[in-house]
């Protein structure tokens, strides 16, 4: 068993009070406080693990986990408030720096797939919402692209979130009923562009117009008129307005209606999903080992 205890690190776990807690040392990172607003908004108990702290001179300093404590007492409403630590007392200041900055070296970061699915597995009414809807239209939520599915999966909870799910719906609805499927129909951009239209002008997007006439573009001329125009969805966006504009005497749709809702106000809910969040941001913010 000796020859074993080198894989085991020497270390002890304490509760100790946040206030007895140092975490400003010039290797951290800054305090992103909107990230420790975001995630106090949704704390899950469950989602917190140990804070790793170096012993040194005895002063506590927390190399990793600074967030971690931020958000227990932003939530808890006091810096007494005891967190779990784990306790390194053979660390120098060097050493600490060192750990910090290899830490995520090797870590293998979660797929939005993965993530998506974990919060299937996990029962997120979200999700299932979601999923439910993709299926309804005969397709899948993919890791990767493939003929009858969706990889775009941050996309379809971007749109939901921002948008609602009768836009989603929509988006789904105009993508496949013009392009049948056909690859790149169903591409993170395409998507949002489309969201965008629908976003903009609501009642006067026509969907038999817009089936027709933009359906009369390959996706691969969407796509070139976009990348001349402007980067990203919004220039997916004008590339269709131009396609659905095109020789219409009558019903054209104003550009300067789609650049004043270049974005919209998220959709409220009635309370967030505190049990299912995985998103890797909120495990770094929690202190999780993300390599787990």
């Known amino acids: 068993m000796e020859e074993l205890s080198q894989f085991v ?60 404590i931020e958000i227990i007492a932003l939530v808890s409403g006091s810096r007494e408030t005891p967190v779990w630590c784990m306790i390194y007392d053979d660390l120098n200041y060097t050493h600490e720096a060192d750990i910090f900055a290899n830490q995520m070296k090797f870590v293998k970061p979660l797929l939005p797939y993965e993530i998506f699915m974990a919060n299937i597995e996990a029962g997120s009414d979200k999700h299932l919402i979601i999923k439910d809807l993709v299926e309804n239209y005969d397709l899948t939520i993919t890791p990767s692209a493939s003929l009858g599915g969706i990889c775009a999966v941050s996309t379809l909870e971007k749109i939901y979130d921002r948008y609602g799910f ?70 997916y966006a004008e590339a269709l307005l131009l396609a659905y504009n095109k020789n219409a005497r009558s019903q054209q749709l104003k550009f300067e209606t789609l650049y004043s809702h270049k974005t919209a106000p998220k959709k409220e809910e009635a309370e967030p999903d505190t049990t299912t969040e995985v998103v890797e941001g909120q495990l770094d913010l929690f202190g999780i080992d993300k390599s787990e």
Not at 33 to 52: C, E, G, S
Not at 213 to 229: L, M, P
């Open 9 to 68: 690190p020497q270390v002890h776990f304490e509760q100790i009070p946040i206030k007895n807690l140092v975490s400003n040392q010039e290797y951290q990172r800054n305090l992103s406080v909107k990230h420790v607003q975001k995630t106090a908004a949704n704390f899950d108990l469950y989602q917190i693990n140990p804070v790793k702290v170096s012993r040194r001179d005895g002063i506590n300093y927390v190399f990793n986990g600074q967030h971690t």
């Open 166 to 235: 009768h836009v989603l719906d929509h988006v789904l609805r105009l993508c496949i009923g013009t392009w049948e499927g056909m690859p790149h129909s169903l591409s993170a951009n395409m998507m949002n562009g489309v969201a965008r239209l629908i976003n903009a002008f609501g009642d006067e997007l026509k969907d038999d117009m817009f089936k027709e006439k933009v359906g009369r573009c390959s996706v691969k001329e969407i796509a070139r008129t976009a990348k001349e125009r402007r980067p990203g969805s919004l220039g």
